[in-house]
């Protein structure tokens, strides 16, 4: 029994000694904040080199506000005093495609709109802002802007657009008809059998001299 003591007892010192020393529960030694002055600006100080056609903007953390407010004003002084004239993020490829056709003025309602990029750290009072800035420029100016997204994980609005754009064209995908269910791959198929038919889709858009990557 003693010996079982010793070793709880034990335990619970390094515990605590490992917990306090990586902070405990306060935010542990802050930083000297005077160190950043050299280098932190204002929005209004912002330049770009004429020799760059991608800027990126970084955020410490994802979800808080303050982070999207800011990138917000940053994007308005990148547009109107640094020829930047597309935004892209993190989303859906094809739900981007939704917005861009939005701020073209497409129908649809900023909470709506903003519920397709496909995250949740998206689905802000923040980003229906910029959403918004963007429409409200674009029924003002005639060089547009651009909202494009780079993520590939989901595929409901892609497909939909495919299947838009190829009925259009007179493209029959009735040998599609099963292959996506509510926006997502039907589990039945095996991974050669979504190969296959990706394939044949891939072949009657070539038949029909359209543009294949």
């Known amino acids: 029994m003693k010996k079982k003591v010793l070793l709880i007892s034990a335990v619970v010192i390094v515990t605590i000694y490992v917990f306090t020393y990586f902070g405990g529960f306060t935010t ?15 929005v209004d100080q912002i330049s770009t080199p004429q020799e760059y056609n991608i800027i990126a903007l970084g955020e410490a953390t994802h979800g808080n506000k303050e982070f999207q407010q800011l990138k917000l004003e940053v994007f ?6 640094h ?8 989303g859906d490829f094809g739900g981007c495609e939704e917005v861009n056709q939005y701020i073209h003025g497409g129908e649809g309602t900023l909470k709506e709109i903003v519920q397709k990029i496909g995250f949740q750290i998206y689905k802000t009072e923040e980003m229906m802002q910029l959403i918004e800035y963007i429409r409200e420029y674009n029924e003002e100016e005639e060089e547009q802007l651009n909202f494009y997204g780079f993520d590939m994980q989901r595929i409901r609005y892609s497909f939909d657009a495919l299947k838009k754009e190829c009925i259009a064209e007179g493209v029959n995908l009735s040998f599609l ?4 269910i509510d926006g997502q791959w039907n589990q039945n198929y095996s991974y050669e059998e979504k190969k296959d038919l990706l394939m044949k889709l891939k072949k009657t858009l070539e038949l029909k001299e359209f543009i294949v990557i």
């Open 76 to 81: 308005k002084k990148l547009v109107e005093e």
């Open 83 to 90: 020829r930047v004239h597309s935004f892209a993020l993190e």
């Open 28 to 42: 542990g030694k802050s930083l000297d904040v005077n160190e950043f002055k050299a280098y932190a600006k204002s």
């Open 177 to 180: 008809d099963n292959f996506i």
